[in-house]
């Protein structure tokens, strides 16, 4: 919808995602950057059992859809 894929994991995604901030980053980044790979996804929002949820391990702000991350990628 509008460009922006809403993606829906379970709780067990958060509850067992052990990592740091850079940890959190490179899984959001993985997820977004995957996704934006098709043409008409310019936007990634996180959701887990259905709700906007602020965070996957307590690092990254999730309330807003994210863009694709150029940076994290190696060449």
Not at 26 to 44: D, G, H
Not at 69 to 75: M, T
Request: aromatic share 6%; no cysteine.
């Amino acid at each position: 919808e509008d460009n922006i894929a809403y993606v829906d994991f379970s709780k067990d995604l958060p509850e067992n995602l052990n990592v740091g901030s850079s940890g959190e980053i490179l899984v959001l980044s993985a997820i977004v950057n995957t996704l934006t790979e098709f043409p008409e996804i310019e936007k990634v929002q996180i959701f887990i059992e259905g709700e906007k949820t602020e965070t996957l391990a307590g690092h990254v702000d999730l309330t807003e859809p994210f863009e694709r991350n150029e940076e994290i990628i190696k060449e």
